[in-house]
């Protein structure tokens, strides 16, 4: 059981969405955080069929409850599973005044099916796998970074088998019983290459070919990583951008690193090499990701780089922020040579490289960073 930074405050009355990967633990902090609230758990066969069948039995049951259990919002868990419920909920919050609490693991068949999302009456919340503030001093790289962060796989002592369940069973229930793609086979080989090109410039074509289908088809299955927020593209930054910049192609990131390693069958042995690097760096977008949630201040995450190959990991904002990840213990000024550029052409107010290097120092505008220091700066505000 772990203290979870989000910090979900509804006023009496007011709703909300909390959208989460499977297993990241909404269920768990939404029963602890609210225990007096009605909860509707859809991954229950028998429920989800009952409403499915019957979406305005939800109306009848809230206009039953006493008056008192409408001072918790009502919690329906799996909301995507029934879109028709939200006219409901919509008709109740106008006429009852009951706040609810709707989760999820993805908002693509809403968002597809143009269904009714409360025209702007419920707040939007995201809760993510654990992070390094929430384990604090039980933080551990190389098991973050092998196991992933999702509480239960953190947590084991040899999760393969977890992970690789877990790859399965949002294969089976979140792609192929929602019906999300007719070509599960198809869908399966992208999602291996997709591990391969973790952290990496994505290349439709090359993706394309190796899965057997279109270009088109391959940007739609990454739509839909991204819609059962499985992963995120991170777009290239664009101010001021040169011919020799690239901005079109994005760069890919699954929303958890010990699920991409499953995936590309990785295993990060020890705090060195180029694995380890890609990996470090996929965490620092992980927690960049949700300290830009959690803290509401919702700064772009983006990437520069160049078709000569130089490239910053990370430009926080409009190009305040400027973040390069060196898995390496000793930082030289070749290693610097990126920022330096990007600093020239953006003049960013801060600029990092998070390494293993224990003691901070400055080199020209760039601050040297451990990675652990550099993650307590994020979470204290001062890095963006």
């Given at each position: ?236 930054f664009q101010k001021r951008a040169g011919r020799a910049i690239i901005r079109k192609t994005p760069k890919f990131y699954f929303f958890d690193t010990g ?31 949700a300290y830009a949630s959690y803290s509401e201040k919702d700064f772009d995450i983006t990437f520069w780089r160049t078709k000569y ?76």
């Open positions: 059981m772990y203290k979870r930074y989000l910090e979900l405050n509804l006023p009496k009355g007011k709703s909300c969405f909390l959208w989460g990967p499977r297993q990241t633990g909404k269920t768990t902090y939404l029963k602890r955080r609210f225990p007096e609230s009605v909860y509707y758990d859809f991954l229950k066969r028998d429920l989800h069929i009952e409403f499915l069948k019957e979406p305005n039995r939800l109306r009848g049951e809230i206009a039953a409850l006493p008056e008192g259990r409408l001072e918790s919002p009502i919690i329906l868990d799996e909301i995507q599973k029934i879109p028709e419920l939200l006219d409901e909920i919509h008709w109740i919050i106008e006429n009852i005044g009951a706040g609810f609490i709707l989760s999820g693991s993805s908002a693509r068949k809403l968002r597809r099916g143009h269904v009714n999302l409360l025209g702007g009456r419920a707040w939007r919340f995201n809760l993510f796998p654990l992070t390094s503030e929430e384990l604090g001093g039980d933080f551990d790289l190389l098991r973050a970074l092998n196991n992933g962060l999702i509480p239960v796989h953190y947590g084991e002592d040899d999760p393969g088998r977890s992970l690789k369940a877990y790859v399965l069973d949002y294969l089976k229930e979140e792609i192929f019983d929602e019906g999300l793609t007719r070509n599960l086979a198809a869908f399966s080989r992208f999602l291996d290459i997709a591990g391969y090109s973790n952290a990496s410039l994505v290349n439709y074509t090359n993706i394309a070919r190796e899965c057997g289908v279109d270009a088109k088809t391959v940007r739609e299955y990454f739509q839909i990583l991204q819609d059962t927020l499985v992963g995120t593209l991170v777009e290239p699920v991409a390693n499953q995936i590309s069958k990785t295993i990060i042995q020890e705090p060195k090499g180029e694995l380890f690097g890609r990996s470090l760096e996929h965490l620092t977008h992980m927690e960049l990701a190959g130089q490239e910053v990991d990370f430009v926080l904002g409009d190009g305040e922020v400027a973040i390069e990840v060196k898995g390496k213990k000793r930082i030289s000024n070749s290693d610097l040579k990126h920022l330096k550029l990007f600093d020239e052409l953006h003049a960013p107010k801060k600029s990092f490289l998070v390494s293993l290097e224990e003691r901070e120092r400055r080199c020209g505008n760039s601050t040297v960073l451990n990675w652990r220091i550099f993650l307590k700066k994020l979470w204290n505000g001062k890095i963006i």
